[in-house]
């Protein structure tokens, strides 16, 4: 995809973890007035919840179980609250803030397993699930939760081609969003191991490599 002239190479950088973010609101459908609760607060997580504002959610929650990321999240201050699922039941503090429904929409972004199944449990009544998360071993899930709540799961993979990425654009051009907010260190190319470490670590959003 070719970089238009008027964006610049740390923005376009970010176009790939953007589009995934981008990918899952699509196919979320989220619609004004829909509470949307995010599982996770890595870039792409913090990406939808700026999405998730974009398209008309009314109330925006990000929960998470990194210091770290929640610090980042509360700086960049989209989400309308922030769960620490470290020290909080996250479904129970969901349900308190949504007057017992659950949220309308729920993006699982963190591939947890614990957070895939309280993903089903957060979402309401005829809720959606979007799974963007990639889970590091299998997950049992009761299907009737699926009948019983007459919810929709649905997972996404990557981008659509090419229609995210024209999106996209449009959305940096007219400063729409700000793909910037989510890096938090830029290093040359001589500091890729420190910078990968930072990120085992769990102390770094995203990193830059500027040459």
């Not at 830029?186 to 830059?208: D, H, T």
Request: with cysteine.
């Amino acid at each position: 995809m070719k970089i238009p002239e008027d964006i610049d190479f740390e923005t376009a950088d970010l176009f790939e973890p953007f589009g995934v973010a981008l990918h899952a609101v699509d196919e979320a459908n989220i619609r004004p007035g829909d509470v949307v609760v995010v599982l996770g607060c890595g870039p792409i997580g913090l990406y939808i919840q700026q999405l998730a504002k974009l398209s008309g959610a009314s109330k925006v929650i990000g929960v998470e179980v990194s210091k770290y990321r929640l610090e980042l999240a509360m700086k960049i201050g989209v989400a309308d609250e922030l769960i620490d699922a470290s020290s909080t039941d996250p479904v129970k503090q969901i349900f308190k803030l949504t007057n017992g429904r659950g949220a309308d929409v729920v993006i699982e972004a963190s591939g947890s397993v614990i957070a895939i199944k309280n993903s089903l449990e957060i979402a309401a009544k005829n809720g959606r699930i979007v799974q963007v998360g990639t889970a590091s071993k299998p997950v049992e899930i009761d299907p009737n939760i699926f009948i019983n709540k007459e919810l929709r799961f649905s997972g996404i993979f990557g981008r659509l081609m090419f229609d995210t990425w024209y999106k996209v654009i449009e959305l940096v051009r007219n400063k729409k969003v700000n793909l910037l907010q989510v890096v938090t260190h830029m290093m040359p190319l001589e500091r890729a191991q420190e910078a990968f470490e930072l990120l085992v670590r769990g102390e770094a959003g995203k990193i830059l490599f500027i040459p």
